[in-house]
T-cell receptor, first 112, second 111 residues
Framework: GAGVSQSPSNKVTEKGKDVELRCDPISGHTALYWYRQRLGQGLEFLIY????????KSGLPSDRFSAERTGESVSTLTIQRTQQEDSAVYLCASSSFGNTIYFGEGSWLTVV | QQQVKQSPQSLIVQKGGISIINCAYE??????FPWYQQFPGKGPALLIA?????SEKKEGRFTISFNKSAKQFSLHIMDSQPGDSATYFCAASISDYKLSFGAGTTVTVRA
């Protein structure tokens, strides 16, 4: 595709359930990022993948959050036992290393 | 700890006016300073970026001013148009890696 694709675009889940969010980066982009954006706030770094290197997980807020990436393609962000404070937009971005970072439109997560 | 501080939180400007958004940073290792524009329901999109070897960069109606000694940079939107109404984020990183974002400025341009 032409841009970063994320799914689902919207997700409403019950507190305590697990959710999976998917990101398809731009083809050929070796770097992939996940950010979280709470309502009316800035972007909070979660995790970074670069090629086959070990991911930078320094932004993950708790052990309920995890992410995987298959090679240089799809990534999945998993949130276990969701809490209401997890409600946010989860943005995926990708880049060729050292170049412009392109964002997807985000997955809007609401925990009720 | 927020590495990039952005102000104001919001601003309203008349059509044709100038919008100015300011950002300050602490980490002197930062060497890449982009600005992103975000419309409601959309992801952020790169607007313009600067590296610290220049003090100003202009693209159309958008200009970044950079003050390395003060560790500050700003975005100026000249001749603001209603279509410029959006949220603007400044960011900073080391070599384009792991951007640290400001909290955002919501700009409203009144016709």
């Amino acid at each position: 595709g032409a841009g970063v694709s994320q799914s689902p675009s919207n997700k409403v889940t019950e507190k305590g359930k697990d959710v999976e969010l998917r990101c398809d980066p731009i083809s050929g982009h070796t770097a992939l990022y996940w950010y979280r954006q709470r309502l009316g706030q800035g972007l909070e770094f979660l995790i970074y993948f670069q090629g086959n290197s070990a991911p930078d997980k320094s932004g993950l807020p708790s052990d309920r959050f995890s992410a995987e990436r298959t090679g240089e393609s799809v990534s999945t962000l998993t949130i276990q036992r969701t809490q209401q404070e997890d409600s946010a937009v989860y943005l995926c971005a990708s880049s060729s290393f050292g170049n412009t970072i392109y964002f997807g439109e985000g997955s809007w997560l609401t925990v009720v | 700890q927020q590495q990039v501080k952005q102000s104001p939180q919001s601003l309203i400007v008349q059509k044709g006016g100038i919008s100015i958004i300011n950002c300050a940073y602490e980490n002197t290792a930062f060497d890449y300073f982009p600005w992103y524009q975000q419309f409601p329901g959309k992801g952020p999109a790169l607007l313009i970026a600067i590296r610290p070897d220049v003090s100003e960069k202009k693209e159309g109606r958008f200009t970044i001013s950079f003050n390395k000694s003060a560790k500050q940079f700003s975005l100026h939107i000249m001749d603001s148009q209603p279509g410029d109404s959006a949220t603007y984020f400044c960011a900073a990183s080391i070599s384009d890696y792991k951007l640290s974002f400001g909290a955002g400025t919501t700009v409203t341009v009144r016709a």
